[in-house]
């Protein structure tokens, strides 16, 4: 009697294991990856906004240069579908060079149909 109980629940578990659909979360405070480096060298930066239309999406960000002389930062945007996961062929790496005590805005689109979500990644 217990092993047939015993069997009910790990078969429930099993099935409601199942019925989960697979996703990575990417949350809304995690849109914006920046190296120590790049804070170190006077940059700071707004996470990217993410603009949806039909045919694309596409994202903008923009960066900020605290220091006297500019900095050059290399980034890339990062793409993912409804269900979290990474979308590929990767964007290209770029490079901006900010100028001193200015500003600048970094734009991305997908690639491909089905973006849902963006993360921005900046280093030197």
């Known amino acids: 009697m217990l092993r047939g109980r015993f069997a009910a629940l790990v078969m429930v578990l099993v099935l409601a294991g ?6 990575i979360p990417v949350s809304d405070e995690q849109t914006l990856v920046m190296e120590s480096s790049v804070l170190a060298a006077g940059i700071t930066a707004e996470p990217p906004s993410l603009t949806m239309n039909e045919i694309q999406a596409s994202a903008s960000s923009r960066l900020y240069n605290e220091r006297n002389e500019p900095v050059t930062v290399n980034y890339r945007f990062y793409w993912y579908d409804v269900r979290g996961l990474e979308m590929h062929p990767l964007e290209a790496t770029r490079t901006v060079t900010i100028p001193a ?24």
Do not use: D, I
Request: net charge positive.
């Open 18 to 23: 199942c019925s989960a659909r697979p996703a």
């Open 101 to 124: 005590r200015a500003s600048v805005t970094l734009y991305g689109s997908a690639n491909q149909l089905g973006a849902h979500k963006v993360r921005l990644y900046l280093y030197l």
